[in-house]
C-alpha cells in the first residue's frame, strides 16, 4: 500500500531553536515535495526533491532513498514559521498523483 | 495573472444543488491538479490535467464529480447533487509540466459549505 507518514504530527517549539520534521514513506518513488500551509490556508510549495538535499535560507531538505525517509529542518525557528508542513510523494509506477501525509502543526513560541 | 486564480473563494449551498468551481492557472502552466482538504483532514488528490493528454481522474470519489480543462487554460470542477460530505476546501495547483516532478503552484482555494 503506497502510504506518507509524517512525524511529529504536532510541534512547539521556542524562537530559535533547530526544528526537524520527518517523512517515511512506503515504496520507491520518483519524487517527494515540502509544503507550507499557513493559518489561512495558503498552501506554498518549499521543496521538490528526488535525491539528496536542498537549501533555501532558514530551511533545509533531505532525502534518504535508500531509507525511504525525508526530513525538513528549519533553522533558528521563528514564529513567522508556525504553519502546517506537509510531504508529498509521488510513487513510482505510472500515476502522477501525489499522495500527501496528514501534516505536522509546527507552533513557534517567541 | 501572477497566481492560480480560484472562484468563488467560498460557496454555500443546499444539499442536491450542483456546484461549479473555477480555477485560472498560470499562464503557460501545461500540467493543472485538483485537490480536496476535507476539515482537519489532507489533501486528496482528485484529477490531473497536463497538456491535451487525457487526464488522470483517478482520484475522482464519485461519478458526481467531473472536471474539464480546455487545452491549457481554466478548468471547472463540477459537483452534481452534493451531498453534506462534499464540504471541504477544492485547491487547485498548476506547474510548468513535467509532472509532479515539477513544483506546484496553488491557488486559496474554494470553501464548499453544504447545508
Known amino acids: 500500500k503506497n502510504e506518507v507518514e509524517q512525524s511529529p504530527q504536532n510541534l512547539t517549539a521556542q524562537e530559535g531553536e533547530f526544528i526537524t520534521i520527518n517523512c517515511s514513506y512506503s515504496?520507491?518513488?520518483?519524487?517527494l515535495h515540502w509544503l507550507q500551509q499557513h493559518p489561512g490556508g495558503g498552501i506554498v510549495s518549499l521543496f521538490m526533491?528526488?535525491?539528496g538535499k536542498k537549501k533555501h535560507g532558514r530551511l533545509i531538505a533531505t532525502i534518504n532513498i535508500q531509507e525511504k525517509h525525508s526530513s525538513l529542518h528549519i533553522t533558528a525557528s521563528h514564529p513567522r514559521d508556525s504553519a502546517v508542513y506537509i510531504c508529498a510523494v509521488r510513487f513510482k509506477g505510472g500515476s502522477e498523483k501525489l499522495v500527501f501525509g496528514k501534516g505536522t502543526k509546527l507552533t513557534v513560541n517567541p | 495573472g501572477a497566481g492560480v486564480s480560484q472562484s468563488p473563494s467560498n460557496k454555500v449551498t443546499e444539499k442536491g444543488k450542483d456546484v461549479e468551481l473555477r480555477c485560472d492557472p498560470i499562464s503557460g502552466h501545461t500540467a493543472l491538479y485538483w485537490y480536496r482538504q476535507r476539515l482537519g483532514q489532507g489533501l486528496e488528490f482528485l484529477i490531473y490535467?497536463?497538456?491535451?493528454?487525457?487526464?488522470?481522474k483517478s482520484g475522482l470519489p464519485s461519478d458526481r464529480f467531473s472536471a474539464e480543462r480546455t487545452g491549457e487554460s481554466v478548468s471547472t470542477l463540477t459537483i452534481q447533487r452534493t451531498q453534506q460530505e462534499d464540504s471541504a476546501v477544492y485547491l487547485c495547483a498548476s506547474s510548468p509540466g513535467g509532472g509532479t516532478a515539477r513544483p506546484q503552484h496553488f491557488g486559496d482555494g474554494t470553501r464548499l459549505s453544504i447545508l
Open positions: 515504496v520507491g518513488i520518483s519524487a
Open positions: 490535467f497536463q497538456g491535451n493528454s487525457a487526464p488522470d
Open positions: 526533491l528526488s535525491s
